[in-house]
Nanobody, 125 residues
Framework: QVQLVESGGGLVQAGGSLRLSCAAP????????MGWFRQAPGKEREFVAAINWSGAGTYYADSVKGRFTISRDSAKNTVYLQMNSLKPEDTAVYYC??????????????????WGQGTQVTVSS
């Protein structure tokens, strides 16, 4: 079973930064769009950001636009989420996912068919 593995979560003060990484080994994910989602306690898992297979196209949820940046390094089979100006409401488990499409930037959970185990991000006030 191919797996996505997230890392980089942790505890940070409001206004701080973190960079999440998602290792997507092998050729399986090289030509797929990738996304980041998050789930806070008691809430639904929500879309954060997506990037197409080439890295030229990105899309962000309004709540993170201007603060978060999604990118990918195909040579390393890794997708990143740079998170700046973090707020307490960003506290959640963050999940990396691989979409069924190459060029589109899907926002729905059902459009992704591979998921990582998640990494906790906690932002203190």
């Amino acid at each position: 079973q191919v797996q996505l593995v997230e890392s980089g979560g942790g505890l940070v003060q409001a206004g701080g930064s973190l960079r999440l990484s998602c290792a997507a080994p092998g050729r399986t994910f090289r030509y797929r769009a990738m996304g980041w989602f998050r789930q806070a306690p008691g809430k639904e898992r929500e879309f954060v950001a997506a990037i197409n297979w080439s890295g030229a196209g990105t899309y962000y949820a309004d709540s993170v636009k201007g603060r978060f940046t999604i990118s990918r390094d195909s040579a390393k089979n890794t997708v990143y989420l740079q998170m700046n100006s973090l707020k307490p409401e960003d506290t959640a488990v963050y999940y990396c996912a691989a979409a069924r499409t190459e060029w589109n930037l899907p926002r729905g959970r059902s459009e992704y068919d591979y998921w990582g185990q998640g990494t906790q991000v906690t932002v203190s006030s």
